[in-house]
Structures are given as C-alpha cells and as structure tokens.
C-alpha cells in the first residue's frame, strides 16, 4: 500500500505541475487608462504597448514582453463590443475600444496598412496559443489578413477562426480558410457573430512570436480589441520539475517511513 501511494501522489503532483507551469497572459489595447479587470494588461495608447507583461496571476518573473511597430494608433471609437456574442474570455472594457491602422477620424481606404505586435522573452521549444478578438459595429469596411511569424518576419503563416464558443468556424468559408487566406471582417465575422482567431499549440523556434495584421486593398480600417496568450513549457522543462518533484515526494514519503 505504501507503494501505490507513493506512484498515485507523484502522478498527482506531476498533473499539477502542467497544469501550474502555464501561463496566461491578458492583453487589452483600449485608450481607457483604467484596468480592463484584474489579470488584464492594459494600454492606453500605442507607445505603453512595451516591456514585461504580468500573467492573470500578476507574475511578470517570467520576463514575457510585447512591443509594437508600424501603422498603429489610438481609437476613440465605440460600439465595439456586443454581449450578445463576445468569447467570454473578453471582457467589456476590454472588447469595447481597439488600437488600428489609421491615422486620423480621415478614413482613407486602400492603404493597405498594417502594423506588428512583438511578444518577446519567450523560449524555443515552449508551445503557445494566441488568440485575438477584433470588432467593431460599423457601415465601415472593416476587413484584414491576420498572420503570425516565429522567424521574426521571414514566413508567414495564418490564424484559424473559432466560434465564440472556442469551436472551429465553419460557416462563410472558414471551414477550409485561414486568415493568411481569407480577410476577417471586424464587423460579420467580430462583431455580429462573436468570432475570434486563434493559433493552437505553436511549437516555438526562437524567443519571439509576431502578429501582423495587414490592412487589405478594399478595407476602411482595421485594429485589434484584446488578446489572450497562453504559454507553455517545453516538455523537457516540465519532465525535469515533474521527476525532481516526485522524487523529493519519494524521499520524503520514505523518510516518515523510515
């Protein structure tokens, strides 16, 4: 029996350990100087987008950072977010104000801007989840190609798009498209219907991962609410804690039998 107790608690421990080893970062882009909630990483114009971000637990000893580069401003707008359909890990204040790729309230349409969102301080071989709300309640053309990069810029790959249930789209094409693809519109696809893109289990090949949203030829404007990033170890690092765990358990468990 003491056996057995021995294996059921390192299991245990080491199923805690994964579980305690991700980490979850809230990142709101809102000109509100005010905390979206607790958890979330709140910036008010595009210069604050910089430095180490804090996860939903307010550790920021994992040195994660965000920066921002190109085409991007400040939003007053409003009407952005729609209880009705928002994913729930967006909040109002978080989903009702967004940082975009025009200059002023002049919409000019086909400048085909974009701008870049820069997570750094990450490690190669961890796996990350990024997901990304952009909406807006507009008569504007409000479309983009959204694409994420782990060579710092040299390739390109596409998002897929969920349900604001987390489940994988499947109407108006996104059942074959992605967003490298495929153009989301901030209006049908963010708005109305809730959707949300999203990468899953990318394998990390350096310390960075990029996010471009590029602005198309027949689109008014475009920008991004919120994101949630969700980084994980690299299974190495979690075998290492999980076996140095479970024989400081064993050492301890024979200890008090002895």
Do not use: C, H
């Not at 608690?9 to 080491?14: F, K, M, Q």
């Not at 961890?126 to 008569?139: I, Q």
């Not at 400081?248 to 002895?258: H, N, T, W």
């Amino acid at each position: 029996m003491k056996k057995v107790f021995k294996i059921v608690t390192g299991v245990a421990l080491s199923v805690g350990l994964s579980a305690q080893a991700q980490s979850v970062y809230l990142i709101d882009f809102n000109n509100n100087t005010t905390p979206a909630s607790a958890g979330w990483n709140t910036y008010a114009a595009p210069a604050n987008v910089t430095g180490v971000m804090s996860d939903t637990s307010g550790n920021s000893s994992a040195g994660v950072t965000i920066g921002v580069s190109g085409t991007i401003y400040d939003s007053a707008g409003t009407g952005l977010y729609n209880a009705a359909t928002a994913p729930s890990w967006v909040t109002k204040p978080a989903g009702d104000d967004f940082f975009w790729d025009e200059a002023s309230t002049t919409i000019v349409r086909g400048q085909n801007s974009s701008f870049v969102v820069n997570y750094g301080g990450l490690t190669a071989g961890s796996t990350v989840d990024l997901d990304v709300f952009a909406s807006r309640n507009t008569t504007y053309i409000l479309t983009a190609y959204f694409e994420y990069s782990l060579d710092n810029g040299s390739t390109w790959s596409g998002l897929s798009v969920l349900d604001n249930t987390g489940a994988a789209a499947t109407a108006n094409g996104w059942n074959t498209a992605n967003t490298q693809s495929q153009v989301f519109n901030l209006v049908t696809d963010g708005y109305s219907s809730g959707r949300y893109m999203s990468t899953m289990n990318v394998t990390l090949t350096g310390s960075s991962f990029l996010l471009r949203l590029q602005e198309d030829a027949g689109s008014d404007y475009a920008g991004i609410n919120a994101m949630r990033l969700t980084v994980a170890p690299e299974p190495t690092s979690l075998a290492l804690l999980a076996g140095a765990s479970g024989l400081i358990l064993f050492l301890r468990r024979k200890s008090r039998v002895s």
